[in-house]
Structures are given as C-alpha cells and as structure tokens.
C-alpha cells in the first residue's frame, strides 16, 4: 500500500491543476440564495456519505474477518436475530430519511425560483428593501436584460445594486436554455412562450460569470454574460447613463436584436426609452409560433451537406453574423 502511495504522489498536482479556487463557484456564494443552495448541497453530500461510508467500511471488514483463510470469524449456520443490528440497520437510514426530508422541504422554500424564503429572511433589512424588477429574454445567442421600471435596457450585461433584492421574470425568444449565476442564484429553465421566475441578493460588490447551461446551439459558448454588483450611488448613476442612450428599444427594434447572432466579443448593447410590456408581447408572440430562423450557414447539418458530408472547411462562424452593431 504504502508503495503505492508513493507511485501515485508525482500524480497529484497533475489531478489538481484544475483546482484552482477561483473555478469553484459554487463553494464561493456572494448572496443568501445562494448561501442556502450550497447548504442544500452539503447536507446532502453528508447524509450520503454517512450511508455509504460505514456500509463500506462494514462490507470491508465482513470481507476480511470472514474470509476463507485466516479469518477469525466465528461459524454460526443457525443464528437469525440480532436486535442491535435490527435497530442499526433499520434506524440509522430511517434518521437519515427524516433529515433529508426536513432539510429537502427547507431548501426548497429557501430556494423557491417564485420567492425565495431565504431572501425574506435575511438577517439585515436587505430583504425589506423594494426590488429592482428585471425581465430577461433570451435569444439565439444573446442576453437582453430589460428594467421595466426605469424603461432601460442592456444587453449581454448585467448592473445590481448591492443588498438589494432582484427579481427576474425569465423568457425565450427561440430555444430553450438556462439561466445561471453560481455565486448569485440557481438554475432555472428560460423556456420559449413560458415565464420563469428567479431571485437573488448580492452581498459583495464585484462581477461574477453569469452564461447559458443549456446547450442551445452553436453560439451557446459565447452566450455568456458578467454581472455587476456595485454600490447603490454607482447603480443610479448608472441608471441615469443608459437612460441617455441614443438607441431605443421598441418591438421592431428587438426584432431586429433577436436576429440568430454570435456575441464572440462580449459585446454589450444599451438601449433607453423601453416599449412598456415588451416582455409580454414577445412570449405572447413567440406563443403563436413566432420563430427567428437561424441561417443555413450557421447549422453543422447544413454547412455538412454543402460539403459533401465533410467536415465543414468554407466560412468561419467569425464571417458569419458575430455581432450587431
């Protein structure tokens, strides 16, 4: 054994290059919701392992004190009861399952997409605080945050103000995906026609990786976004910034944004004096069958069969639509 340990050791920080902490978003969460989905986690993590770490053992050491040769096990063909085993057996994963249950139930408020409990509950008065208000619509392949309220919008970024609850309401234009900000809020679906909901407080300034989780396409690993968490005078300047925007965001004009696009470039796109209910008007419109094609040289299936069934070796993606202006 110890021979082996040795083998191994060389091998180790070639495991653990991909170790760094800053990858680990989900271990490093910023916001209450987050806080409660990474407790959810562990307390999971532990139950299991507290199943299945003894079983083992247990197998383990049956395996070696009963074995053929040399086991020290004692022969008894006619034993058939043991209370103490009964109770352990029967017991210990009877707590778990009522541990689990408490601690599924609580989670699930606390994360509630609709309202997170936790959010409510918070220990200082961020939870009290009005909300800011935010509508998401996801197109083929971008982000397009709208602050109804203020009538501004932005596209492929995302500005909070700090100890401040947010609450989105979550649509697609086209296919479905997900949206995800690991350190801020959880998972949750952005479907075509449909409304999500989602929540979330931000407890540090800084910027976190926000992208879609759902493979959606071939722009999928660019329909990434950063979000800004900065401090309630920075938010309302701002706010007064991208109110002065010279481009306008009227139905028309989203139609026009949602052309199937490629953001190689993290570009980001302001936009003021927003239509009231632009929201509404694009799911209820994608509900009647509203559809933005995606161009053929923009499709595998397509550019393969332009090829004769090879590999695609014509116009790069960057030739293609990367980007509106």
């Not at 071939?218 to 481009?247: C, D, H, L, N, Y």
Request: neutral net charge; proline residues 7%; glycine residues 8%.
């Amino acid at each position: 054994m110890r021979r082996a340990l040795r083998l191994a050791a060389p091998a180790l920080p070639l495991l653990c290059g991909g170790c760094a902490p800053a990858g680990f978003w989900l271990l490093h969460p910023r916001g209450p919701v987050a806080e409660a989905s990474l407790q959810s986690w562990i307390v999971d993590t532990a139950s299991t392992l507290l199943v299945i770490g003894p079983a083992t053992l247990l197998v383990m050491w049956a395996i070696w004190r009963y074995r053929r040769a040399g086991g020290k096990g004692s022969y008894t063909p006619g034993w058939s009861h043991s209370l103490p085993l009964e109770i352990t057996f029967w017991g210990a994963p009877l707590a778990v399952v009522i541990g689990l249950g408490f601690y599924s139930v609580k989670g699930a408020f606390d994360t509630d997409p609709a309202g997170p409990g936790v959010m409510s509950r918070t220990a200082s008065a961020d939870g009290q605080k009005p909300p800011v208000n935010i509508d998401v619509i996801t197109t083929d392949w971008q982000w397009l945050f709208i602050y109804p309220d203020r009538h501004i919008a932005v596209a492929n970024e995302l500005v909070l103000p700090v100890h401040t609850p947010v609450r989105f309401r979550l649509t697609s234009s086209t296919v479905a995906t997900d949206f995800f900000i690991p350190q801020l809020a959880g998972q949750i679906d952005v479907m075509p026609g449909m409304r999500t909901w989602q929540g979330l407080i931000a407890n540090q300034v800084g910027t976190y990786d926000g992208f879609a989780s759902d493979y959606n396409g071939p722009g999928f690993s660019w329909m990434r976004f950063q979000t800004r968490i900065v401090s309630p005078a920075e938010f309302q300047a701002w706010e007064a910034s991208v109110g002065k925007a010279g481009r306008h965001l009227d139905y028309a004009e989203f139609d026009r944004f949602a052309t199937p696009t490629i953001n190689k470039y993290d570009t980001t796109v302001e936009f003021s004096a927003v239509q009231d209910n632009l929201f509404d008007h694009v799911m209820q419109d994608v509900m009647m069958g509203k559809t933005y094609v995606t161009p053929a040289d923009m499709t595998e299936k397509k550019s393969h069969k332009l090829n004769n069934g090879q590999q695609p070796t014509g116009r790069p993606l960057d030739t293609v639509k990367d980007e509106r202006q």
